[in-house]
Structures are given as C-alpha cells and as structure tokens.
C-alpha cells in the first residue's frame, strides 16, 4: 500500500472540517508526499444531493485527504493532482464505476484549465457515463420513496379517520354504584 502508517488520524474542528493529528505519508511511483500533522481537510468533497451515493468518507478517505493537501499546497498541477487522486482511489481498492465518477466530479471542479483534446475527450465520455450510471439509481430512488410515501399514507389515513371517528363518538357514561 503506499500510504505509510496506520491510517490518517484525524480530529473534528466543526462540522465540516478535520484536522490531521498525525503526519499521513504517500509513496507513489515516483513522487512521494507528506501530509503534515495540522493539516485540514473536509474529506471528499461531495455536494449533499449525491452524499447517497458517495460517502464524504469511507475506504478512499486517504486519496481525499491526498487529494485536498495536493490542491491547497498547490506542489503539482490541478491535472495531475487529479490524476494522483484516480490512481490512489484504484489503489485503496475503490470500484472502477466510483473512482472514474469521482475522478470526473474532481475534473470538472477544476474547469478542466489547460486540457488536450484527448483529456477533453475522456472527460467527457466518463462524464457521459457517469450521467447515466447515476440515473438509474436515482430513478428507481425516486419511484421507491414515493412507494414508501405512498404505503405510509395508506396506514396513516384509516388512523387519522378512526381517531376522528372515536373523538366524535360519546362515550357512555359509567354510574357509580
């Protein structure tokens, strides 16, 4: 594995941001990087409609913190940090499907500045198939909570009428011997 140590180990700031508390080293191929002890990070940054499908944290949680120092330090470019990023997901053992969406999602926030053709072109395919990974699952999420809203009405209606029906009914008078 070439993250080096027991994992990162992190504290919480506030709701959003943590701190590493321990150093959390990276050895690529070529290139190796450290992450200080003090540095912030907000894990992966997935926007709260799609934190379903992708965690903020979870098994790529090491390419994430990675991820976020190699942007901030700015020591690659935003391209190559990405791509570090893609390759560390594949690495920490995230499934092809993911990596490659999250990888696209990491693209597109960096506006893709600078991109050949080629890069352009993948881009757009995974993007593409990202689109349509994603609409599957958010079609049938779709169908199945309104299902779910749909059975909840049914039990609720024939309580709300019972309760109606009881409050309207008197109650008869007990006589106390």
């Avoid at 450290?34 to 894990?43: L, M, N, Q, S, V």
């Avoid at 330090?73 to 499934?95: M, N």
Wanted: hydrophobic share 50%; glycine share 6%.
């Amino acid at each position: 594995m070439p993250f080096v140590g027991r994992g990162p180990v992190v504290e919480e700031i506030d709701a959003q941001f943590w701190r590493v508390v321990e150093p959390l080293e990276y050895h690529g191929e070529t290139e190796s990087f450290e992450i200080p002890a003090g540095f912030r990070t907000d894990f992966a940054s997935v926007p709260r409609p799609f934190v379903w499908l992708v965690p903020t944290y979870g098994v790529y949680t090491k390419a994430a913190i990675l991820h976020d120092y190699l942007r901030s330090s700015k020591v690659v470019s935003e391209a190559d940090g990405d791509g570090l990023f893609r390759r560390c997901l594949r690495e920490c053992g995230v499934s092809m499907p993911q990596r490659w969406m999250m990888w696209t999602a990491v693209r597109l926030s960096s506006h893709l500045r600078g991109a050949s053709p080629a890069a352009l072109a993948v881009f757009t395919l995974t993007a593409v198939l990202s689109v349509i990974y994603l609409f599957v699952p958010a079609i049938v999420i779709s169908v199945y909570l309104a299902l779910f809203w749909l059975v909840e009405f049914a039990f609720w209606l024939p309580q709300r009428l019972l309760r109606r029906t009881n409050a309207e009914v008197p109650k008869p008078q007990v006589k106390s011997a």
